[in-house]
């Protein structure tokens, strides 16, 4: 079998840990398998980076600081390779521009337009271990770029896809996938399995095990995807395409996503074509946005709420007061006290009273519903961010607490 493996920055932290991963890799290497390593910076090293670039200059271009970031995953795979040759196992460390791991021009958050297999394939061919560092590669230019948050996860199931991989595991600091955070959830429990669609939608609503972009590649590649413990030996969480009934359950997590901000238009006239001013301001800005709710208010004049990444805030609302005038609103408002909580679920939807228990659980602990999203298989609502783990609790317990 050709497996991949991914390694996040906790399980290599230190050399005991080195030492521990390449445990599992000699293992899966000895049992007669290809071994393809996709490593993470070791750590806090990429934040440490970003401060050390920040001593010298607070604004450093951002061709200049992928340059520095790069570094931090090229030290893991130098170390790890370090560590199998002591095990006697025969390893070779590549970088993102050794394997021609090419991507567009956008440094900082770059995506990747092609892999070229040649190199790993000939190191595979010699019986190596090939060890590659995640979260980077290079532009048309030449130059080095990072692919932004979550990039050594999306490094892993690329490389798998393009590779036709029989697995791609991701090792993490916990031993699958939860039904909430199991550090803040003492009853969350562990799935199975879980779909494409399900992990997708619990990436983007905030849970940390995957990010979305490489669950997003899974799916259009068809990779079969596991998340294990880099520090207990026991099957992980499966994700893929269909989950058979007698594995699955309606509700498949409770998700928490503090990093929003929510936006109001206040005052805005009562007239086709404003929604249309409004989000074509965000759209020229490049600024996403999420649950949208529109209120009648009185003499004609409505109000227009929005949620945006935290990170966004002020860019739309500066955005938003330059092009005031051609709106028409009153005022604009921001509130960064808010979080978004959300059940995911394949079917949810379709199955009598399951949606009811979520207002059900925010009622019984007097949260303050702000707006409502909700799809096939999520539901979602805006609330105080003071009000947010206990609201996940509640709502976990609603779910979860009689099966």
Not at 56 to 63: D, E, G, Q, T, V
Not at 207 to 231: F, G, T, W
Request: net charge negative.
């Amino acid at each position: 079998m050709l497996i991949v493996q991914k390694y996040g920055g906790s399980s290599v932290a230190d050399a005991a840990k080195i030492e521990r991963v390449a445990g599992i890799i000699a293992d899966t290497y000895r049992a007669g398998n290809e071994v393809v390593v996709v490593l993470s910076a070791q750590g806090d090293t990429t934040d440490d980076l970003i401060e050390k670039a920040k001593e010298i200059n607070p604004s450093p271009s951002k061709r200049e600081l992928d340059v520095l970031l790069t570094v931090g995953e090229q030290i893991s795979v130098a170390l790890m390779a370090m560590q199998l040759e002591k095990m006697h196992l025969p390893a070779v460390s590549l970088t993102g521009w050794q394997i021609e791991l090419n991507t567009n021009a956008s440094h900082g958050a770059a995506r990747i337009k092609s892999i070229s297999t040649e190199r790993i394939r000939r190191e595979l061919d010699k019986n190596r271990i090939v060890l590659i560092a995640g979260f980077q590669g290079v532009n048309k230019y030449g130059d080095l770029t990072t692919l932004g948050r979550g990039g050594s996860d999306t490094t892993a199931v690329a490389i798998a896809a393009v590779l036709g991989a029989d697995k791609c595991q991701i090792y993490t600091d916990v031993d699958g996938i939860y039904t909430a955070d199991p550090r803040k959830v003492p009853g969350a429990k562990k799935l199975d399995a879980i779909t494409y669609d399900e992990m997708l939608e619990l990436a983007s609503l905030g849970s940390q095990v995957l990010h979305n972009r490489s669950v997003e590649m899974a799916k259009r590649y068809r990779v079969d995807l596991e998340v294990l413990s880099s520090y207990e030996r026991k099957p992980g969480t499966k994700v893929k395409e269909v989950v058979k009934n007698v594995e699955r359950m309606i509700i498949s997590g409770v998700a928490k996503d503090a990093n929003i901000a929510r936006i109001t238009v206040a005052g805005v006239p009562d007239e086709p074509g404003v929604a249309f001013r409004v989000f074509s301001i965000m759209g020229k800005a490049r600024i996403n946005v999420d649950i949208i709710l529109q209120s009648a208010g009185r003499d004609g004049r409505n109000d227009i709420s929005f949620t945006v990444a935290e990170d966004d805030a002020e860019a739309a609302r500066a955005a938003l007061e330059e092009n005031r005038e051609a709106i028409g609103c009153d005022h604009i408002a921001l509130d960064r006290d808010v979080a978004k909580v959300s059940v995911v679920g394949a079917g949810m939807m379709n199955s009598s009273g399951m949606a009811v228990r979520m207002f059900e659980a925010l009622a019984g602990c007097r949260i303050n519903i702000q707006m409502i999203s909700s799809s096939e298989i999520k539901l979602s609502a805006v609330i105080a961010q003071a009000d947010a783990d206990r609201a996940v609790a509640a709502i976990h317990e609603k779910y979860f607490g009689e099966s």
